[in-house]
C-alpha cells in the first residue's frame, strides 16, 4: 500500500481490487455492532486515576520551576488539558462512575476558563465531584484519588 497512501495514481496493485460502492443507505451506515464501545467502568476509573496522577505530575513541575506558583496560563492549560483527558477517558459511556467523570471534566474546564484558574478549581462543587467519582470507582473495584 506504500505509495497508494501518498497519492501514487500508478502504484494500484491487481491483488486488491477496488470494493463496490454501498449500494443503499443501510449499507452506507455503521452497524452498532461496529461503533466504538463505551468503555467499561473499571477501563474509565484507570483511564482517569492515569490522567490524574500526570496532571499532579505536570502541576509538581511547574511549581518546582516556579517556586511554588502556578502561573494563571500554565494552571489554565492543564486544566483544559485534564479535563479532555477526563473526557476521553468517559468516552461514550453513561454510567454512574462516567457521568461522575464527566462532572469532574466540567468542572476543570470551567476553571480551566476562570480569571484565576488556580482559584476556581478549588471548589466545593469540584470537591464533591471528586468524591463522587471516587466512590463510583471503589464500587467498581478502583481505587482513585481525583
Known amino acids: 500500500m506504500g505509495l497508494a497512501a501518498c497519492g501514487d495514481d500508478k502504484a494500484t496493485t491487481a491483488a486488491e481490487p477496488p470494493k463496490p460502492a454501498a449500494t443503499t443507505a443501510a ?34 513541575t511547574i511549581m518546582k520551576t516556579t517556586g511554588g506558583d502556578i502561573p494563571k496560563k500554565d494552571a489554565a492549560v492543564l486544566l483544559s488539558e485534564y479535563a479532555a483527558n477526563l473526557e476521553k477517558a468517559a468516552g461514550s459511556s453513561d454510567t454512574a462512575v462516567a457521568v461522575a467523570l464527566k462532572a469532574n471534566a466540567a468542572a476543570a474546564a470551567t476553571a ?27 464500587a467498581a473495584g478502583v481505587k482513585t484519588n481525583l
Do not use: R, Y
Not at 452498532?32 to 464501545?37: C, Q, Y
Open 112 to 138: 480551566a476558563g476562570a480569571a484565576d484558574p488556580a482559584t476556581a478549581a478549588d471548589t466545593p462543587e469540584s470537591a464533591k465531584a471528586s468524591k463522587d467519582f471516587n466512590a463510583a470507582c471503589k
Open 27 to 60: 449499507e452506507a451506515q455503521p452497524t452498532a455492532e461496529a461503533a466504538e464501545a463505551a468503555p467499561a467502568d473499571k477501563v474509565i476509573c484507570e483511564d482517569a486515576a492515569e490522567a490524574a496522577t500526570s496532571f499532579k505530575k505536570a502541576l509538581m
